[in-house]
């Protein structure tokens, strides 16, 4: 499948490699997205660094350039007439109102995202999204049954692995991705399970947050894994777990934890394997362009910053 990155390929393939990691975890692993896309951020920065020579800040004041008030007054700027500067006023405050009209729905969209997402679920989980299907499919609405999650599904803590084994970069030697209670942690050379899991954080700061892994891979101890037997489609409890903000449940201590005990006593609605399948097919539909949406916003965002500036750069060389 093609990349985004691959255009880094031939000159910076780590950027490639990263690049591709972040776009295979967006949707599964949202928080290792963002891990690899920081350190893409910290790769390109080094390589700004080697590739122009500079020297790499110490973190002293003094090695940080400033502007002084002598500096400043040499400087010449170029002044119009007052009906002009008047004129160049309006224009850009006419242009930055319009922007700023834009930016607002664009805000919108970036900020409710989580809200339409949380929408979306309820509408999935209650039976509402598949209401339709199950009525050309001649399904009743009574199919759903309760159960609790420990009846439904196996949860197993994953084994210690020491710190050291685990590397930062995935390469031939590191192949397979390692889960602790936050996510991916990084990659070792082993793996404890394989298929499509769903992985349950159940230590630290973030524990309660739900993962996707699939093929080959490795959980630690602060990982709890998810296996579903064949009524149950993996994905399905991959979204269920996700909407149950199991956080809530984690103990009061200075180390949050989750009790996998605790886990198995809560209570979720079971629909037939096919709606679980139909549930997740208009799941994914949705929410990539729902996330295809809050991009484009995001970007659009980003533009606008970038047009006021552009205006104000046109401005003061009398181009408007």
């Known amino acids: 499948m093609s990349s985004s990155f691959d255009c880094f ?10 690049g591709k990691l972040a776009e295979s975890y967006c949707y599964t692993d949202p928080n290792s997205a963002l891990y690899k896309i920081r350190k893409i951020g910290e790769t390109i920065t080094a390589l700004i660094y080697e590739y122009d020579s500079l020297p790499v800040p110490t973190g002293n004041i003094s090695d940080i350039s400033q502007i002084t008030r002598q500096s400043l007054i040499g400087v010449l700027i170029p002044i119009s007439p007052i009906i ?20 607002e729905k664009a805000q919108n969209v ?8 949380a929408a979306i679920f ?38 210690n692995i020491s710190a050291g084994s685990i590397s930062q970069v995935q390469d031939e030697n590191n192949n397979y991705p390692c889960f602790d209670g936050n996510g991916i942690r990084g990659f070792v050379s082993l793996y404890n399970n394989e298929g499509i899991h769903p992985i349950i954080g ?49 103990t009061a201590t200075a180390q949050p934890g989750l009790a996998v005990s605790n886990i198995n006593k809560l209570t979720i609605s079971v629909p037939l394997i096919s709606e679980q399948q139909e549930i997740v097919r208009i799941l994914d539909t949705i929410l990539e362009n729902e996330s295809s949406a809050k991009f484009a916003a995001e970007q659009v965002l980003e533009k606008i910053d970038l047009l006021k500036k552009f205006i104000l750069a046109r401005a003061f060389r009398g181009e408007l």
């Open 84 to 103: 002009e500067q008047q004129r160049i006023v309006n224009r850009i405050e006419s242009m930055f109102a319009e922007l700023d009209e834009a930016k």
């Open 122 to 159: 309820h509408q999935a989980f209650t039976g509402n999204l598949t209401a339709k299907w199950r009525k050309e499919n001649g399904i009743s609405d009574d199919s759903w049954e309760a159960k609790t999650i420990g009846d439904a599904m196996k949860l197993q803590a994953g084994k």
């Open 110 to 117: 970036v900020d409710s995202f989580e809200t339409r997402k």
């Open 9 to 18: 390929e031939k000159e910076f393939p780590v950027l490639t490699k990263l």
């Open 202 to 250: 159940r230590q630290g700061a973030l524990c309660g947050n739900v993962n996707l892994a699939s093929e080959k891979f490795y959980a630690t101890e602060h990982a709890v894994v998810v296996t579903c037997p064949s009524n149950i489609y993996p994905k399905w409890a991959y979204y269920t777990l996700t909407t149950m903000n199991l956080n809530q449940y984690a």
